[in-house]
C-alpha cells in the first residue's frame, strides 16, 4: 500500500497517460474525438494538464481506447491517520505525541505525577499553549506562580523564565503545544542545577 500515490499524484498523471493511452493506439486527437463526442480542445487540455479530469470525460475516452478506467486513474494511497504514540519519560514526567512533527509546532498529551519539586525556571525559543486535562498545575512564569484547574488554557512566550508542576496530591494531564525548541527542553534530560 506505501508505494501508491497520493491523491495530488493520481491527478498529475492523469494528463500524460491519457496522451500515452491514445499515442500507443495511434490516435490523433481529431481520431479520439470522434470516437468520444468530445472536442479536440477539450481532449489537448485534458492531455496538457490544463483541464481538470472528471468523470464524465475520462469514461467516454477510456471506453473508446478499449481501456480500463483504472490504467488512466491509479488508485490514490490511503494514509492511516494515526499518530504513533511512543511516550516518552523524564524525571517522571510522561510526554505523550499527539503531531508527526510536521512542520515547527509540535503537540503532547503530558502527564506530571504529584511530588515535592522544586521550580527550575528554563528559557527558550518559541511559545508554549498548556491546556489543563485533569488535576490542577501549577505555573511558574517570570515573577508570577499560579494554579490552573481543568479546561483552563495558557499561552506564553518561553523567553521568560518558566516551570510548570502538579500542583496538590495528585497528577496533572495537559496538551502541550510547542516548537522544535521547546521539544528539545521537554524530552532531553534534567541537567544539574547550578
Known amino acids: 500500500m506505501d508505494d501508491q500515490p497520493t491523491v495530488g499524484a493520481v491527478i498529475e498523471q492523469i ?3 491519457l496522451r500515452r493511452a491514445r499515442e500507443q493506439r495511434k ?4 481520431d479520439l474525438a470522434r470516437a468520444t463526442g468530445l472536442s479536440t480542445s477539450t481532449l489537448s487540455r485534458l492531455e496538457s494538464g490544463q483541464r481538470k479530469p472528471s468523470l464524465e470525460l475520462l469514461l467516454p475516452i477510456t471506453v473508446a481506447l478499449g481501456i480500463a478506467l483504472d490504467e488512466i486513474v491509479a488508485a490514490p494511497r490511503i494514509v492511516d491517520p494515526r499518530v504513533p504514540q511512543e511516550p516518552t519519560k523524564n524525571d517522571g514526567r510522561v510526554l505523550v505525541p499527539l503531531s508527526r512533527h510536521q512542520g515547527d509546532l509540535r503537540a503532547y498529551k503530558m ?3 504529584a511530588h515535592d519539586e522544586e521550580p527550575y525556571l528554563r528559557t527558550h525559543e518559541g511559545n508554549e499553549w498548556l491546556y489543563v486535562l485533569r488535576g490542577r498545575l501549577r505555573v511558574r512564569l517570570g515573577e508570577h506562580d499560579f494554579v490552573m484547574d481543568a479546561g483552563e488554557a495558557a499561552e506564553f512566550d518561553c523567553q521568560i523564565p518558566h516551570w510548570f508542576g502538579a500542583a496538590g496530591r495528585g497528577s496533572v ?3 502541550s503545544l510547542f516548537g522544535r525548541h521547546g521539544e528539545r527542553i521537554h524530552i532531553r534530560a534534567r541537567t544539574s542545577r547550578r
Open 111 to 113: 502527564i506530571i505525577p
Open 173 to 175: 494531564e495537559l496538551l
Open 15 to 17: 494528463a500524460p497517460r
Open 27 to 30: 490516435l490523433s486527437l481529431a
